[in-house]
């Protein structure tokens, strides 16, 4: 290999390095044009668009916080007959604390402070040594096990941000 394609080369990676850094998807072509492998190409693609999420833009909303409610379809031991009834609200803070809360008349739920993390998917928030996983519904809505808060005959309570 020559002394012009060898710097071709390292020019094209450190612009792909680049690329990748800032969370561009073109990092992926530059790559495949300077001569890498189908496979190292894919997996750098895949990198850099996980390193372009940021949790706490996606969870965390200054002043807002998500509330959980379940679905109910008929009386139900909590009073409500019909629609959705509050039950819980979280809070994902910037420092990667969050705070759970239980709606009025339902104190019995689980409450306390915590901490979270989360991806493009999902968030993971440890209460008392209890992990909680939220799934990411779409931009405004996510779910969880209503278990896990303590909310009995349900099996899902819907987290949507206020």
Do not use: Q
């Not at 409610?69 to 420092?95: N, P």
């Not at 901490?115 to 440890?126: H, Q, R």
Request: net charge negative; glycine share 12%; proline share 1%.
């Amino acid at each position: 290999m020559d002394i012009k394609k060898i710097a071709t080369l390292g020019l094209a990676l450190a612009l792909a390095t680049s690329l990748a850094a800032c969370g561009s998807g073109s990092s992926a072509s530059t790559a495949t044009d300077a001569g890498s492998s189908t496979e190292a190409t894919a997996t750098d693609t895949t990198a850099s668009s996980d390193s372009g999420f940021d949790a706490v833009d996606f969870y965390y909303a200054d002043g807002s916080f998500w509330r959980g409610s379940v679905e109910t379809t008929e009386a139900t031991a909590y009073g409500t007959a019909g629609g959705t009834e509050a039950m819980e609200d979280i809070a994902f803070l910037e420092d990667g604390t969050c705070t759970l809360t239980p709606c009025s008349g339902h104190e019995d739920l689980l409450t306390g402070e915590g901490t979270w993390e989360g991806d493009a998917s999902s968030v993971t928030v440890t209460i008392d040594g209890a992990e909680i996983v939220f799934t990411a519904v779409d931009d405004n809505t996510l779910s969880a096990n209503a278990a896990d808060f303590g909310i009995e005959g349900f099996d899902v309570v819907t987290f949507v941000l206020y």
